[in-house]
């Protein structure tokens, strides 16, 4: 019977892992800049589309980050295509406006392509 010895370098093990969850920051932050120039969002004020839409970093460390409209009516609008939206503002705001960049959407790709680029960049592969 032979032995072997691992080690670990927990060093490299952490870069990977901080890198992990910056790429994860940077993506998000990409996905709101991507949403907000996609001109989707109903606009009258600007409060929907402006301070009141934000990424939320509270749990990256966890692997999750969250877009987030702080506004009690943003869920409304949201749900409801049936609303005539002003597009005076936003040529193409609707209702349902992430859905392009989910599961089966248009740009549904957007957020795993991003990540890997600035996963690349973080880690320098």
Known sequence: MS?????????????LTNSTVRALEMTAE????EVVQAQVVPRDK??????AFFVDYSKSGN????????????????????YNFNRENNP???????DDWADGGKH???AKSAFVKFYKQQTGV
């Open 3 to 15: 032995k072997a010895t691992v080690k670990f370098d927990m060093g490299a093990i952490n870069k």
């Open 63 to 82: 692997g999750t980050v969250s877009l987030v409209h702080s506004t009690p009516y943003a869920r409304r609008l949201y749900y409801h295509p049936e």
């Open 46 to 51: 600007g409060t929907l589309q402006g301070e």
């Open 92 to 98: 193409n705001a609707q209702a349902h406006w992430l």
């Open 108 to 110: 549904s790709d957007f």
């Open 30 to 33: 990409a996905l709101h800049t």
